[in-house]
């Protein structure tokens, strides 16, 4: 009786695996792995959903696939480095977005009623999204704040930058992805 046991066990917990690896392959886009989806250069970026200011969801891989290049950046209004940054932000993001380049300002640990006045203080124009459960902050693994991921049009994780960053910076990275380099 225990060899059958143990038989049945073991076919059980293959089935379980097989499914469980088959759902997996279902749920990634563009056909991806799990080996290489993640927060790093080179992987396909994490896709994720969260609600703008207008409370309108707005999906990663939507974004992706209107642009050539998407910004993904976190920030709060608590991180003086963040603030420091966004004036460069805005003057990148007025030169760039005709030519398809989205940034996705991803706030984090603000009060999501107070966001709205901030963004508006300082110019905000691209879109910000807000992160209240630290769902997306978790899932890209961010240990400093500001961070700033560059994503191609296919994706693709390109380049990350942990910590304030400015216009010339963001611009020499962003072309290189624009050119294919």
Known sequence: MLKISRYKTHWVNLLFLVTLVITLAIMMPNGTTAANVGPQIG??????????????????YQVIKENKVTLINFWGM?????????????????????????????????NPNVVPLFVKEKQMSFPVLIDKNNW?????????????FIIDSQGKIKDMIVGGTNQAALAAKVEMVLTGK
């Not at 992987?43 to 990663?60: C, E, H, I, M």
């Not at 997306?136 to 700033?148: A, D, R, S």
């Open 78 to 110: 608590w991180c003086p480095y963040c603030v420091q940054e966004i004036p460069e932000l805005v003057d990148f993001y007025k030169q760039y977005h005709q030519r398809r380049v989205e940034i996705l300002a991803i706030n984090v640990g603000d």
């Open 43 to 60: 992987n396909q970026a994490p896709d994720f959903t969260l609600n703008n200011l207008a409370s309108k969801s707005v999906g990663l």
């Open 136 to 148: 997306v902050n978790n899932l890209y693994q961010i240990t400093g704040f500001p961070t700033t």
